[in-house]
């Protein structure tokens, strides 16, 4: 009996396990993203408008995903969560600040999806 041998039950055991921690720790990072967004804007004047601005042109500059950030950090450290690189905080902070947005304004700057004619061989 070889290692690969006994390796290869043991790892198709374990991916559907890993597969879900992992997806639950995005889950998770979602969640506060969305809360840690929701208070940003609840703490700053005009909060509603520069959350506007933040989904017209994400930048880092912007008070709400200054606010966003420092409090995803906040949580997820309070929760027990090893801390995630800035570039998947931002990543996680872009999708709940266009969830946010979309719900508030639904068809600012969304353009409908267009569907392509077919080509036709000939």
Do not use: C, R
């Given at each position: 009996?070889n290692?690969?041998?006994?390796?290869a039950?043991?790892?198709?055991?374990?991916?559907p396990?890993l597969?879900?921690?992992?997806?639950?720790?995005g889950?998770?990072y979602?969640g506060?993203?969305?809360v840690?967004?929701?208070?940003?804007v609840?703490?700053?004047?005009?909060?509603?408008?520069k959350?506007?601005?933040?989904?017209?042109?994400?930048e880092?500059s912007?008070?709400?995903v200054?606010?966003?950030?420092?409090e995803?950090?906040?949580?997820a450290?309070q929760?027990?969560?090893?801390?995630?690189?800035?570039?998947?905080v931002?990543?996680?902070?872009?999708?709940a600040?266009?969830d946010?947005?979309?719900?508030?304004?639904?068809?600012?700057?969304?353009?409908a999806?267009t569907?392509?004619?077919?080509?036709?061989a000939?």
């Amino acid at each position: 009996m070889n290692f690969k041998s006994l390796l290869a039950p043991i790892l198709s055991m374990a991916a559907p396990i890993l597969g879900t921690l992992i997806a639950g720790k995005g889950t998770k990072y979602q969640g506060i993203a969305q809360v840690a967004v929701k208070s940003a804007v609840t703490k700053a004047d005009g909060g509603i408008d520069k959350l506007v601005a933040a989904f017209q042109k994400f930048e880092s500059s912007n008070e709400i995903v200054q606010e966003a950030t420092t409090e995803f950090l906040t949580l997820a450290k309070q929760a027990g969560f090893v801390l995630p690189t800035i570039d998947v905080v931002q990543a996680h902070l872009k999708a709940a600040i266009y969830d946010l947005a979309t719900g508030i304004m639904p068809n600012a700057g969304i353009a409908a999806p267009t569907a392509t004619p077919a080509s036709t061989a000939s």
